[in-house]
């Protein structure tokens, strides 16, 4: 081989490396995306433990999972409409000192990711304690969405509607 074509290939081979380095392998990426989906998922899990804990008058964890930032929102099943962390803080304390009981899960929960943006679709049914003892069963469709910050992701936006005056308007 003569030597201008060993020269040739050995710059190709210093470009190859050079590219590999600075664009991650599609593997990388995969894996990154699937470590970030994982992590969401986790946070998704959290608020449902938040959100026990809210209903059982405890609004503390709330504030572990919720960025503090003044651009996050809160838009309640109730028709509240909060800006920024001290707002929406303020509301979830006053739903905890009302709630006397009640408990929440997850179903059909769908999130998408892209970068450090990512949100959260689901059904969320549990209780409620109503103020005569009684427990109510409750439906709720919620959508949340989530920022990383400083390597974790935090709910900056949650937005929950009942689908009962739906449900009433096509009642046949």
Do not use: C
């Not at 509301?91 to 943006?117: C, F, H, L």
């Not at 679709?121 to 427990?135: F, I, V």
């Not at 469709?141 to 990383?148: D, I, L, P, Q």
Request: charged share 20%; no cysteine.
């Amino acid at each position: 081989m003569p030597k201008r074509w060993i020269v040739v290939l050995l710059v190709l081979i210093g470009i190859s490396a050079q590219v590999a380095a600075v664009h991650p392998s599609q593997a990388e990426e995969t894996a990154k995306l699937a470590d970030d989906h994982q992590a969401v998922r986790a946070a998704v899990d959290q608020w449902f433990v938040v959100l026990r804990a809210m209903l059982n008058g405890d609004p503390k964890p709330f504030a572990e999972l919720y960025s503090h930032a003044d651009d996050v929102f809160y838009m309640g099943a109730e028709g509240t409409y909060r800006i920024g962390w001290e707002a929406t803080y303020a509301d979830w304390q006053a739903q905890a000192a009302k709630s006397t009981g009640g408990s929440a899960e997850g179903v059909n929960i769908q999130i998408v990711v892209n970068g450090n943006m990512a949100a959260a679709a689901h059904n969320t049914k549990g209780t409620l304690r109503q103020p005569n003892g009684e427990m109510q069963p409750t439906y709720v469709r919620e959508t949340s969405v989530f920022r990383k910050e400083n390597g974790q992701w935090k709910m900056i936006g949650h937005h929950a509607d009942t689908i009962s005056s739906w449900e009433k308007a096509f009642d046949k």
